[in-house]
């Protein structure tokens, strides 16, 4: 609950800041601050002391694994505040407004995070979305950027009713918003769920596949990404994604789990068609940004496994997959706000130019691919544990390690245009506090790879 109080505060005092602070240069610190007493109010949930008590009569629920995941989330926000706050200040006048805005989306993700009531489930969905139409349109001088935050938009809207609807269903059959069987008539009624439950749980999960940019309704991902600034792109890609995966593995996984004959095939469905569109695309694409942007289509499809298995190791490697993919992907976006082409050709040499730059980046990109002793392979192998613990046969298995096996070619062509190819490319001044906060950002995936339990799977005891 702290969380969700201080985010919406510190949203408010980042806004009026802007109207104190007018020649700019102050808003990075005050988010890093932001993101800290966050950090530290998450801390207080842990410890019971809190703002208040309340959850808003029972819609809200705080437990263990919602209180460790927005740890990940806010640790992962103070990242990518690090590595790219002077490139938010320079999308703006100040970046005061945009840092209102991202605060505000966390204080989405943490509804979506607790919610127990699709009521808030709703509100938390729209209260992350809103400001994300916002940010991608900020390069206003940009037709690419405007063109991108009103498809956004509209797509966005139209995915809004497709939700309402299928929350409207589901209360026109049951008379009830809240989630869990003690709350829902679904449990009792598992072996014959209504037509028009069934309808809405599908309506919810088209919805919420939207969100993650699951296949097929990623469409709008790869030119809302790069139409967007790219240290948005990076945010959305990143944080965002992951707050859209809980509220999805909150709804299926927890609250109509024993309901899973209903909606598993399409979920099965949704995996498949994920990994296979979003890899074979990404081998395609010319720009990084755009490889990143289907790339990050592909990474949905593991991440779809753990709402699929919801089980133990589903909601382990659900945490470790998180926390390694906002790392990797932030660092990765964190470089490609400092190369100014974005085509492959654009980052030939940059092992030579920037070689702590390339080599940082370098390890981001092996652990995206999923190799060994990176958080990201962990990441990948509790997804497969949990669906093979699920009852999943031996063909899914194989699928999924074969579109693993296709994502090391178009995160590796990266990185053979950084080292193995000759080219002087064009970049940004690269800060020393960039190198650094690079530095700890790979320190903790390979910290990740080694020891998850004690760095992140076992702090569940003390939640």
């Known amino acids: 609950m702290n969380v969700l109080i201080l985010s919406t505060i510190w949203g408010i005092v980042m806004m009026f800041s802007g109207l104190v602070f007018k020649k700019g240069g102050y808003a990075t610190y005050l988010a890093i601050a932001g993101a800290l007493v966050l950090l530290l109010g998450s801390i207080g949930d842990v410890s019971n002391v809190v703002i208040t008590h309340s959850t808003f009569g029972g819609m809200l629920s705080f437990d263990g694994f919602t209180e460790l995941f927005l740890s990940v989330i806010l ?270 050709e654009g980052f030939n040499g940059l092992a030579k130019k920037e070689p702590l730059l390339a080599l940082t980046t370098a390890i981001c990109l092996l652990s995206l691919a999923g190799i060994p002793l990176t958080g990201g392979f962990l990441g990948k192998y509790y997804m497969l544990y949990a669906l093979i613990k699920s009852g999943q046969g031996p063909y899914m298995l194989v699928f999924a390690v074969l579109c693993a096996a296709v994502s090391v070619y178009y995160y590796f062509r990266l990185i053979q245009a950084m080292y193995f190819k000759e080219g002087n490319p064009a970049t940004a001044p690269v800060s020393t506090g960039l190198k650094v906060g690079m530095v700890g950002l790979t320190v903790l995936i390979i910290l990740l790879g080694i020891m998850p339990y004690d760095l992140l799977i076992n702090w569940k005891l003390f939640f």
Request: aromatic share 14%; glycine share 10%; net charge neutral.
């Open 75 to 344: 640790v992962a926000t103070l990242f990518y505040f690090l590595l790219s706050g002077r490139e938010i200040e320079a999308v703006g006048n100040g970046g005061f407004d945009y840092y209102a805005l991202i605060f505000f989306v966390i204080t989405g993700i943490t509804l979506s995070a607790s919610y127990n009531n699709l009521l808030m489930l709703f509100l938390g969905i729209e209260i992350l979305s809103i400001p994300l139409y916002i940010l991608t349109g900020s390069d206003k001088k940009n037709l690419k950027s405007n063109e991108a935050s009103l498809k956004y938009f509209l797509m966005g809207s139209f995915i809004t009713g497709v939700m309402l609807l299928g929350i409207t269903l589901i209360y026109g059959d049951t008379g009830s918003f809240n989630l869990g069987p003690a709350a829902s008539p679904f449990g009792m009624m598992a072996a014959s769920l209504p037509v028009l439950s069934k309808v809405g749980l599908l309506l919810l999960m088209f919805a919420m596949a939207f969100k993650v940019s699951a296949a097929p309704f990623h469409f709008w991902t790869p030119d809302v990404y790069d139409g967007a600034p790219t240290v948005f792109s990076s945010f959305m890609a990143t944080i965002v994604k992951a707050g859209g995966f809980i509220a999805f593995l909150r709804l299926f996984g927890d609250g109509y789990a024993n309901t899973q004959y209903s909606w598993g095939s399409a979920m099965l469905v949704l995996i498949v068609l994920t990994l296979l569109i979003g890899n074979l695309t990404a081998v395609f694409q010319q720009s990084a940004k755009r490889m990143m942007a289907y790339s990050s289509i592909a990474q949905a499809g593991f991440m779809l496994m753990a709402v699929y298995s919801h089980n133990t190791e589903a909601t382990d490697g659900f945490l470790v997959y998180t926390a390694s993919y906002c790392l990797a992907t932030v660092g990765v976006f964190a470089t490609l706000s400092k190369v100014k082409d974005h085509a492959y």
